[in-house]
């Protein structure tokens, strides 16, 4: 059975950092593309960044130059490393792995940013 858990998520005052984790139980990351996602309250659930198979990596242009997504694959584990956050940037963070027709979402993390 495929699992993928988010953990990291937190509150964290505007200008602050955190870096979110997601594990995975029945598939290796390595060979799939790894997404975080985002969703607000009242907002559609929208792509932050992604980490392809070979290594590649893109970002939404809101997050381009605070937010880095990385691969560790002895650990099974795709991160975001999330600088100088912003309240606009308080949003449930979902890890979604996909390849081929294979789609695999977690449950998400919460992420508030607030003073």
């Known amino acids: 059975q495929v699992q993928l858990v988010e953990s990291g998520g937190g509150l964290v005052q505007p200008g602050g950092s955190l870096r979110l984790s997601c594990a995975a139980s029945g598939i290796t990351f390595s060979i799939y593309v790894t997404g975080w996602y985002r969703q607000a309250p009242g907002k559609q659930r929208e792509l932050v960044a992604a980490i392809t198979s070979g290594g590649s990596t893109n970002y939404a242009d809101f997050v381009k130059g605070r937010f880095t997504v990385s691969r560790d694959n002895a650990k099974n584990t795709v991160y975001l490393q999330m600088n100088r956050l912003k309240p606009e940037d308080t949003a449930v963070y979902y890890c979604?792995?996909?390849?081929?027709?294979?789609?695999?979402w977690g449950k998400g993390t919460l992420v508030t940013v607030s003073s």
């Open positions: 979604n792995s996909y390849r081929g027709v294979r789609d695999y």
